[in-house]
């Protein structure tokens, strides 16, 4: 008997990327992504802005999808989007948006949690990558998120740890702005850090309890530590910008890597998944790399294009949904606080 191939159509909306991706079965065949610029000048996402740019970027971005994959829309099995967790303006455009072109379509509606697609972007079938095996644990890492996942199977997931303040995004984004970097500075930290010494100017690492996070403390003492020196020499950032970056990113890996040395001791599992766009980041991919030698474990990163937000992977979910009958009804909203 003859396989039939799934096309999902994925849309991502949740925070300030525009995206679409077209998937045949477990392949993407294109993933585009409209980064809005528009946040820059504000120093963070402004969720009004957000909103309306999604509004403009979603038809051009969908139709660039479908002709990347050269696709047409009547080959559509099924429409995947992202219900949340996000900014609820944002979320709002890619949920109506695929509600109608489902309805429109006549074919199935799968919704998506945003923070699963970031852990399932591992399944995406690509060349030479390995799959995680069940059970891993994910560590999720984005501009709004910190969690420690137990993933047993595709829809069986735990929480284990997370954040009880700032994200680990931000607090890479708001340690930049300290520094007078332009947003989002997360990449722009990472920058630096690589021609600097990571133990010039140590930072305290908070004491949280189980495997939690806590972010908004290291923040304030950057802030007060920046604010002290530049009292004493003005041009103490410039002067030492890549050791500052170099100590702050060595802080804030050793809170996320002591975590989850401790998540995995305390589970017996040495399969390790991380997702969400501080993946993309140098200081965690290479100390995941010597916790294979040191530690035993078996790391998994994604690609870049799967690190920061992207339809692809909510496609991935959509296809493992479909593969269930796990669709949703027109009367489907979006959910900004949105649990896994
Ligand atoms: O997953 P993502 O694209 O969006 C959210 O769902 O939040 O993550 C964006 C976050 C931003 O805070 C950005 O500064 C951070 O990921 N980021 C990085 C790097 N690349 C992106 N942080 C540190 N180092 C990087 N190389
Ligand atoms: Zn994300």
């Known amino acids: 008997m003859e396989h039939k191939n799934i096309y999902i ?6 925070c300030d990327d525009t995206s679409a991706a077209v998937l045949q079965n477990n392949k993407k065949l294109s993933n585009i992504v409209a980064t809005q610029k528009i946040h820059e000048e504000y120093g963070g ?37 992202t219900r949340g967790p996000g900014l609820m303006g944002s979320l ?24 699963q697609a970031h852990i399932l972007a591992h399944f995406i079938d690509e060349e030479n990558n390995q799959k995680p095996e069940f059970p891993f644990l994910a560590l999720t890492i984005s501009g709004g998120h910190t969690q420690i996942v137990l993933v047993k199977d595709y829809f069986d997931l735990e929480i284990l740890g997370e954040t009880l303040d700032d994200a680990v995004g931000e607090a890479f984004d708001k ?43 290291l923040k304030t003492s950057i802030l007060y530590f920046i604010q002290n020196q530049v009292k004493e020499n003005p041009n103490f ?3 030492n910008l890549n050791d500052i970056c170099a100590s702050i990113q060595y802080t804030i890996i050793d809170i996320l890597m002591s975590k989850l040395k401790k998540a995995a ?20 991919r290479k100390a995941l790399k010597d916790a294979e030698t040191k530690y035993g474990w078996n790391t998994y990163v994604p690609k870049f294009e799967y690190c920061t937000d992207n339809a692809a992977m909510i496609g991935i979910v959509g296809y493992l949904k479909y593969l269930e009958g796990n669709f949703s009804d027109q009367s489907i909203t979006a959910k900004a606080r949105y649990v896994i």
């Not at 009004?48 to 999604?54: D, G, Q």
């Not at 709002?92 to 923070?115: C, Q, R, W």
Request: glycine share 10%.
């Open 237 to 239: 950032i410039e002067e």
């Open 175 to 217: 340690s930049a702005k300290i520094l007078g970097l332009p947003y989002p500075g997360g990449p722009l930290v990472d920058k630096y850090a690589q021609l600097g010494n990571p133990k010039a100017f140590p930072f305290p690492k908070p004491k949280v309890k189980d495997l939690n996070f806590s972010f908004s403390g």
């Open 265 to 284: 001791k305390q589970t017996g599992i040495k399969q390790i998944a991380i997702g969400g766009g501080v993946s993309a980041n140098s200081g965690i």
């Open 9 to 14: 159509l994925a849309i991502e909306s949740s």
């Open 92 to 115: 709002l455009v890619g949920t109506s948006f695929a509600k109608s072109l489902a309805l429109g379509l006549d074919i199935p509606l799968i919704e998506v949690n945003h923070m």
């Open 45 to 81: 996402v402004v969720p009004e802005l957000a909103s309306r740019a999604h509004q403009q970027n979603i038809v051009p971005v969908v139709h660039q999808a479908l002709a990347k994959a050269n696709i047409d829309k009547k080959q559509l099995s099924a429409i995947a989007f």
